[in-house]
């Protein structure tokens, strides 16, 4: 039977309308993945213009993304970076640490920093460097994205600021704010371990004398000599301290009572036979070791204090032991 004129009107009007909303739909995906192109492509675009170095490792610390910036700095295409690792540039020992941030990041999926110190012809750069663990829609660890930045001129300034509050100034030597940092760390190893622990104060006689005669240009000069004769008798475990206007101070770890005292004599003597131009001058030195009764330094500090002021009493240029 032959269908009739309307019939297949109706059925061409039909299939027509099906190849439309075919076409509706079709353009739409296009349209919306055009758009995610477009709205990817724009966020490259802004990534590119941000001055720090971002990156997207895989779960197994391999490169699947990174910014112009990053790009540039290892010489690469983004197709060339895609897979590659940081050993491909870095060398091994810091190609274990930033791939040991990544394991940490990945292991405990949670944000952290660290700053890495990369040695380049000669020259030291700093970059500081944030991690975190990067998850696709349906809470699925993918893997680490980081941020560094530079911060050369900042971290030696930090340094530089650091080393000024720790030290003295004038001699180099540790201030006391740091001796007493030191001081309470040793006590607590020996402590823990057993160990003998001596401690030394020295002072110099007459200081008062020194800068109302020569001026404090020439007491400056005392000081400065008095550190470097005890910086020249001290082993690389003790610490030595400027404490005070005159006074230093000597932290001799595994040291026992007799051994300080020998040292003490050294120092002594050495200071006593100086020679320069600089006005003679002598020394007197307190000297106080752990007892089984100290609670904290401070018992060891307040006994060789008092073993100063006895040297003192004596007539000075001595060494007196708590």
Same mark, same amino acid.
């Given at each position: 039977m032959l269908m009739s004129i309307e019939t297949i009107g109706l059925l061409i009007f039909i299939l027509l309308f099906f190849i439309a909303l075919l076409l509706f739909f079709n353009l739409k995906e296009y349209r919306q993945a055009q758009t995610k192109t477009q709205m990817l492509n724009s966020y490259e675009q802004i990534l590119d213009q941000v001055g720090a170095y971002i990156y997207v490792k895989d779960t197994q610390s391999r490169y699947v993304y990174g910014n112009q910036l990053t790009l540039d700095y290892f010489g690469v295409t983004l197709e060339q970076l895609k897979g590659?690792?940081?050993?491909?540039?870095?060398?091994?020992?810091?190609?274990?640490?930033? *791939? $040991?941030?990544?394991?940490?990041? @990945?292991?405990? *999926?949670?944000?952290?920093?660290?700053?890495?110190?990369?040695?380049?012809?000669?020259?030291?750069?700093?970059?500081?460097?944030?991690?975190?663990?990067?998850?696709?829609?349906?809470?699925? @660890?993918? !893997?680490?994205? !980081?941020?560094?930045? #530079?911060?050369?001129? #900042?971290?030696? @300034?930090?340094?530089? /600021?650091? *080393? /000024?509050? &720790?030290?003295?100034?004038?001699? !180099?030597?540790? &201030?006391?704010?740091?001796? &007493?940092?030191?001081?309470?760390? =040793?006590?607590?190893?020996?402590?823990?371990?057993?160990?003998?622990?001596?401690?030394?104060?020295?002072?110099?006689?007459?200081?008062? &004398?020194?800068?109302?005669?020569? $001026?404090? @240009?020439? $007491?400056?000069?005392?000081?400065?000599?008095?550190?470097?004769?005890?910086? #020249?008798?001290?082993?690389?475990?003790d610490i030595l301290a400027r404490i005070g206007g005159e006074e230093f101070a000597i932290l001799l770890?595994?040291?026992?009572?007799?051994?300080?005292?020998?040292?003490? #004599?050294?120092?002594? =003597?050495a200071q006593q036979h100086y020679e320069q131009q600089a006005p003679a001058i002598t020394i007197s030195i307190g000297i106080a070791t752990l007892c089984s009764q100290d609670k904290t330094f401070v018992d060891i500090f307040k006994r060789a204090d008092k073993a100063l002021y006895s040297s003192k009493n004596i007539g000075r240029n001595n060494v007196n032991v708590a």
């Amino acid at each position: 039977m032959l269908m009739s004129i309307e019939t297949i009107g109706l059925l061409i009007f039909i299939l027509l309308f099906f190849i439309a909303l075919l076409l509706f739909f079709n353009l739409k995906e296009y349209r919306q993945a055009q758009t995610k192109t477009q709205m990817l492509n724009s966020y490259e675009q802004i990534l590119d213009q941000v001055g720090a170095y971002i990156y997207v490792k895989d779960t197994q610390s391999r490169y699947v993304y990174g910014n112009q910036l990053t790009l540039d700095y290892f010489g690469v295409t983004l197709e060339q970076l895609k897979g590659t690792s940081d050993s491909h540039y870095f060398s091994s020992e810091i190609t274990d640490v930033l *791939q $040991g941030n990544d394991r940490k990041v @990945l292991a405990l *999926q949670r944000k952290m920093s660290d700053d890495i110190i990369v040695d380049i012809d000669n020259d030291t750069i700093v970059y500081h460097e944030v991690k975190q663990p990067l998850f696709d829609n349906k809470g699925k @660890l993918m !893997g680490v994205i !980081g941020i560094s930045t #530079e911060i050369t001129a #900042e971290y030696h @300034l930090r340094t530089k /600021l650091e *080393q /000024l509050a &720790n030290s003295d100034s004038l001699t !180099g030597l540790y &201030n006391r704010r740091s001796f &007493n940092t030191f001081s309470d760390h =040793e006590f607590s190893r020996a402590v823990r371990y057993l160990e003998s622990l001596s401690f030394m104060i020295i002072d110099i006689d007459f200081f008062k &004398n020194v800068n109302d005669t020569f $001026g404090h @240009l020439v $007491g400056d000069e005392v000081i400065k000599r008095v550190a470097n004769i005890c910086n #020249e008798h001290v082993r690389e475990s003790d610490i030595l301290a400027r404490i005070g206007g005159e006074e230093f101070a000597i932290l001799l770890p595994d040291t026992d009572i007799d051994s300080a005292y020998i040292m003490a #004599e050294r120092i002594r =003597e050495a200071q006593q036979h100086y020679e320069q131009q600089a006005p003679a001058i002598t020394i007197s030195i307190g000297i106080a070791t752990l007892c089984s009764q100290d609670k904290t330094f401070v018992d060891i500090f307040k006994r060789a204090d008092k073993a100063l002021y006895s040297s003192k009493n004596i007539g000075r240029n001595n060494v007196n032991v708590a």
